[in-house]
């Protein structure tokens, strides 16, 4: 049998509020692991050992060192919940960690807001930037955003009255669970406080007249977007995400990057959707990185040319070509680390990226389509229809 390493949820209110289990688990341990804040919460004779920064490249050797005795790890809340038990967990494997959890943060904020917990929006601050907060902010949405320090409701104030959603209520949470707790609600452009550093946010989304609608669906507007020109138009890029089927876990290339539009709109689908941007024109690659952090989404950016700037890339899921399809290798290297079942698209307008395209479908098959967008535009003192350029959409799944 494995050495058992057991985690123990501690909340604000410290070793009042645990379990008797919990307290008979860290009375009996011999290392006694856990923030500096965390340890000062619990009495014990055990040895006590502060978490070293940074920590994931610390922990296995700290581990190794404690092998052999019995050790006991303290963590805020619900451990398994953007905590040290996920990653314990991940490191010794699910047999080797026994878990007792406290409330979560985010169950205890949803029990003084009189939230249903199944029906929030619960994004982590802690060591991400403010940005992730971005696609969440939707109409009549309630947001939990756990915080990373006294600063983080200020920004997240900020960042609501920059979408136009300054009238939304706002909830900062200190020290749930503990004396010291507060609570207190504010509209978000009207916040203006002081907080402690150990505090959770909860936002009822109130999006003022006017301000822009920018859903997790594919085909946000083009104005969305920084360009130079180089971006797949709002019509083209909802059908070509479509194509590309984003499926939550996995991983897209982007080649050709431009603006980034595919790789960020493939990642608003879901939180752990990720995507890898390939740019050779290292100005498109600043702005590509300046759209993602606008629209909330992480993305790496590789600024080089494909094929040679695929190389030692994890192999994707889902590949977009939508610049330099024409380059010798491109399409060949794509499809080739390509997993399988994964899906290939390219879009081409130019007449040899069409020539190319043709090649291709006859040799693999999958679905040829053309797409024909006209828009409403002045004619003298009428309207008329003025057509942009069609683009040819060829997709395949190996």
């Known amino acids: 049998m494995p050495e058992v390493l057991t985690v123990v949820g501690v909340g604000a209110d410290g070793w009042a509020g645990l379990s008797p289990r919990a307290r008979e688990v860290i009375a009996?341990?011999?290392?006694?692991?856990?923030?500096?804040?965390?340890l000062a919460l619990v009495p014990s004779a055990a040895e006590r050992v502060s978490w070293p920064s940074p920590l994931s490249e610390s922990l296995p050797g700290l581990l190794a060192t404690y092998r052999g005795r019995r050790i006991c790890v303290l963590a805020s809340g619900d451990p398994t919940f953007h905590g040290i038990g996920t990653t314990l967990t991940r490191l010794l494997g699910p047999e080797a960690v026994r878990v007792i959890p406290h409330p979560s943060s985010v169950s205890l904020a949803c029990a003084r807001l009189g939230w249903p917990q199944d029906q929030v929006e619960v994004i982590s601050l802690v060591g991400h930037p403010l940005e992730l907060v971005q696609p969440h902010i939707q109409p009549g949405r309630r947001l939990v955003v756990l915080s990373w320090g006294a600063n983080t409701p200020a920004e997240v104030a900020a960042a609501l009255v920059a979408r136009g959603y300054g009238g939304s209520a706002f909830t900062v949470l200190e020290q749930l669970g503990s004396a010291n707790e507060r609570v207190r609600t504010t509209r978000?452009?009207?916040?203006?406080?002081?907080?402690?550093?150990?505090?959770?946010?909860?936002?009822?989304?109130?999006?003022?007249?006017?301000?822009?609608?920018?859903?997790?669906?594919?085909?946000?507007?083009?104005?969305?977007?920084?360009?130079?020109?180089?971006?797949?138009?709002?019509?083209?890029?909802?059908?070509?995400?479509?194509?590309?089927?984003?499926?939550?876990?996995?991983?897209?290339?982007?080649?050709?990057?431009?603006?980034?539009?595919?790789?960020?709109?493939?990642?608003?689908?879901?939180?752990?959707?990720?995507?890898?941007?390939?740019?050779?024109?290292?100005?498109?690659?600043?702005?590509?990185?300046?759209?993602?952090?606008?629209?909330?989404?992480?993305?790496?950016?590789?600024?080089?040319?494909?094929?040679?700037?695929?190389e030692g890339l994890e192999s994707p899921d889902a590949v977009f070509v939508?610049?330099?399809?024409?380059?010798?290798?491109?399409?060949?290297?794509?499809?080739?680390?390509?997993?399988?079942?994964?899906?290939?698209?390219?879009?081409?307008?130019?007449?040899?990226?069409?020539?190319?395209?043709?090649?291709?479908?006859?040799?693999?098959?999958g679905d040829l389509v053309r797409l024909s967008v006209q828009r409403a535009s002045p004619?003298?003192?009428?309207?008329?229809?003025?057509?942009?350029?069609p683009v040819t959409i060829w997709s395949v799944t190996k």
Do not use: F
């Not at 899906?343 to 020539?355: K, M, S």
């Open 28 to 38: 009996s341990a011999e290392v006694l692991m856990g923030s500096t804040r965390q």
């Open 188 to 310: 978000a452009d009207e916040w203006n406080h002081e907080v402690d550093a150990l505090n959770v946010i909860g936002v009822q989304c109130e999006a003022e007249r006017g301000a822009d609608l920018l859903p997790t669906s594919p085909g946000l507007p083009d104005t969305a977007y920084e360009s130079d020109g180089q971006l797949t138009k709002r019509e083209v890029r909802a059908v070509t995400v479509s194509r590309l089927a984003p499926v939550p876990g996995q991983l897209l290339w982007d080649v050709g990057g431009g603006a980034g539009s595919i790789a960020i709109e493939w990642s608003r689908h879901h939180p752990s959707c990720r995507a890898v941007a390939i740019e050779r024109d290292p100005d498109r690659a600043k702005r590509l990185d300046r759209n993602a952090a606008t629209l909330g989404v992480a993305i790496r950016t590789v600024v080089g040319a494909a094929p040679s700037a695929l």
């Open 379 to 389: 004619v003298g003192g009428m309207t008329g229809w003025r057509p942009a350029m």
């Open 322 to 365: 939508g610049g330099g399809a024409t380059v010798p290798g491109v399409i060949e290297t794509c499809w080739e680390l390509l997993r399988p079942g994964g899906r290939l698209v390219v879009n081409g307008v130019t007449l040899e990226t069409e020539a190319l395209i043709a090649q291709w479908y006859a040799k693999l098959g």
